[in-house]
C-alpha cells in the first residue's frame, strides 16, 4: 500500500503532496488503461461512456448558458450586457469545440480547451466590463459573487470527463482563481480616495468598513473560495470514481458472458447468467447428443505442419460450432478434432431434436464448403462423421471447489459416441438414432428427414447389448 510522503521525505522531493498525488493519479490512469487493453467489453463501454457523458455535458453547458444569458439582461438591463452576451457565446464555442475533440485518454487539446474556460471565465469574472459606464476599483468585481459559476464547469466536467480531471479541475481552479487575485492586488485599478469616504462615513464600524472596502480584495473569502471549491471537486470526483468502477464491473460482467456465449446460444445466455445457480443443480432431463469428428485426422496431421493443423482446427472447430449456434445447441466441449454437443441444454424444448438433426446436415454442409476451397488448393478433402442420439440425460457440475465442470453423463452420451464411431462401418456421413427421428415434432420436418435418409435395422454397438435402430445419411 503506498503511503503520503512523510515530512522528511517531503522536504527532499520538491512536489511534496502534489507530487504523489499526482504520482497517485498516474499509476491508477495506468492501471485502468492496461485493465481495458485486456478487456475490450471494457474498451468499448469506456468509449461509450464519454461520448455519451460529453453529449450530455455539452446539451447541459448550452442550456445552462442560455438560461445565464437570459439572467444577465434581467440582472443588468443595459448595452454593456452585450459584452457578457458575446463572451458567453464564445463560452458555448468552446464547449461545442470539447465535445469534437472527446476522447478516451489523455488528449492536449481536451486539457487545453479546459485550461480555456477556466482562465477565460476568470478573466471574465475578474476585469471589469471595457464598455460600462462609470468606472470602479477593479477590486469591486469580487462583490459580484460571479465564482459560482466555476460550479457549472465543475457539474458538466463530472458529466464529461473521468474523476482524475474532476479532481484536478478543484486544483487548476485554485491556481487560476489565486493568480487572477494576485494580478488584481498588484495591477488593478484602486481609488483610495473612495476608501477613505467610505471609512469616514462608517466611522466607528471598522468591520463593516473591512467588509465593503471598494478596494480589499478581501483574500480569506477568496481563498475559503478556492477551498470549499477543491473539496467540492473532490467529493464528486470520489463519486465519479464510484461510477468508473461500475462500469469496469459492468464491462467484467459482459465479458464473462461472453465467455459463456462461447459455450452456449445467445438466447440461453441472459437465462444462465440471471440465475444464482446457473445450471440449477444436478438434475435428468432428455436431451438430443451429438458427437462428430474428423476422420483420418491422425494421417493428415502428420502430413501437415503444426502450424497448418491449428489453422485446420480452427477454421473447423468454427463451422462445427456454428452449425451448433445456430441450431439452438450447446457446445459441450472439443475433442481434439471433433466436438461435442448438446441441443436441450440448460432447458428442453420440443425441438432439441429436430435442431440436433439439421445441425448435424449443417455440418456436413460447412464441410462440402470447405472441401471445395480446399480442393482448390490441391488439398485433400475432410472427411466428418457426425452421430446423434436423444434419451434422458444427467446433467450437473463435476470436480471440486478448485475446478468444476458442467456435465452431460448418461447412456444416451455413450450410444451418441458409438454411432459416430458406426459411419465407418455403415459408408455414411451422418448417424441418427431412431429415438432422435421419432423425437422430431413436426410430421412435415420427420417425413422432410427420412426423404434424405436411409434406415438400418438392429444396428450392433461396440459395448451395448441392445441393438439400435438408426438412420443414416
Not at 428442453?348 to 470447405?370: E, Y
Request: aromatic share 8%; net charge negative; with cysteine.
Amino acid at each position: 500500500m503506498t503511503t503520503p510522503p512523510t515530512d522528511a521525505s517531503a522536504t527532499r522531493d520538491t512536489s511534496g503532496w502534489a507530487g504523489w498525488l499526482r504520482s497517485q493519479m498516474r499509476s491508477s490512469r495506468i492501471e485502468d488503461e492496461e485493465q481495458a487493453r485486456r478487456n475490450p467489453w471494457l474498451s468499448r463501454a469506456l468509449e461509450e461512456e464519454k461520448m455519451e457523458g460529453q453529449r450530455i455535458a455539452t446539451w447541459a453547458r448550452s442550456i445552462a448558458l442560455v438560461i445565464i444569458a437570459v439572467l444577465l439582461v434581467y440582472v443588468n438591463p443595459r448595452v454593456e450586457v452585450l459584452y457578457y452576451e458575446a463572451l458567453l457565446a464564445l463560452f458555448l464555442l468552446i464547449g461545442i469545440a470539447q465535445f469534437r475533440a472527446a476522447r478516451v485518454g489523455q488528449s492536449r487539446i481536451e486539457l487545453g480547451l479546459i485550461l480555456l474556460d477556466l482562465v477565460l471565465l476568470t478573466v471574465t469574472l475578474t476585469v471589469p466590463n471595457p464598455f460600462g459606464t462609470g468606472e470602479w476599483p477593479t477590486a469591486i468585481q469580487y462583490r459580484f459573487g460571479g465564482f459560482i459559476y466555476f460550479y457549472i464547469f465543475l457539474a458538466s466536467a463530472a458529466l464529461a470527463y473521468s474523476w482524475r480531471t474532476v479532481q484536478s479541475l478543484g486544483i487548476w481552479v485554485a491556481i487560476i482563481w489565486l493568480t487572477g487575485v494576485s494580478l488584481v492586488y498588484l495591477f488593478g485599478v484602486t481609488y483610495p480616495q473612495l476608501s477613505l469616504n467610505v471609512e469616514a462615513a462608517l466611522a466607528g464600524y471598522g468591520r463593516v468598513f473591512e467588509a465593503i472596502d471598494p478596494n480589499n480584495i478581501d483574500l480569506p473569502l477568496r481563498i475559503q473560495e478556492v477551498v470549499v471549491f477543491i473539496l467540492a471537486a473532490a467529493i464528486i470526483g470520489m463519486k465519479s470514481r464510484r461510477s468508473a468502477k461500475l462500469l469496469m464491473r459492468q464491462a467484467d460482467i459482459a465479458a464473462e458472458r461472453a465467455n459463456l456465449s462461447r459455450y452456449f446460444p445467445p438466447n440461453m445466455v441472459e437465462e444462465l447468467a440471471s440465475r444464482s445457480d446457473p445450471m440449477g443443480g444436478t438434475r435428468t432431463q432428455p436431451v438430443a447428443v451429438l458427437f462428430a469428428d474428423l476422420v483420418g485426422f491422425t494421417r493428415l496431421a502428420e502430413d501437415s505442419t503444426p502450424q497448418q493443423v491449428i489453422a485446420l482446427l480452427r477454421r473447423f472447430h468454427a463451422e462445427l460450432e456454428e452449425a451448433v449456434f445456430a441450431n439452438g445447441g450447446t457446445l459441450d466441449k472439443y475433442l481434439g478434432d471433433g466436438v461435442m454437443a448438446t441441443f436441450g441444454t440448460p432447458q428442453s424444448t420440443l425441438a432439441d431434436a429436430q435442431n440436433a438433426i439439421k445441425a448435424a446436415f449443417d455440418m456436413q454442409a460447412a464441410m462440402d464448403k470447405l472441401n471445395k476451397e480446399r480442393s482448390l488448393q490441391n488439398e485433400a478433402p475432410l472427411v466428418l462423421s457426425v452421430g446423434v442420439h436423444f434419451g434422458e440425460v444427467t446433467l450437473g457440475d463435476i470436480g471440486t471447489d478448485r475446478r468444476r465442470e458442467f456435465a452431460t453423463l448418461g447412456d444416451t452420451v455413450n450410444v451418441a459416441a458409438r454411432l459416430e464411431a458406426a459411419s465407418r462401418e455403415l459408408s455414411c456421413r451422418i448417424v441418427i438414432s431412431d429415438a432422435v427421428m421419432d423425437s422430431v415434432g413436426g410430421v412435415a420436418d420427420r417425413n422432410d428427414f427420412q426423404s434424405r435418409m436411409r434406415r438400418h435395422n438392429a444396428l450392433s454397438l461396440r459395448g451395448r447389448d441392445e441393438p439400435v435402430d438408426v438412420w443414416t445419411a
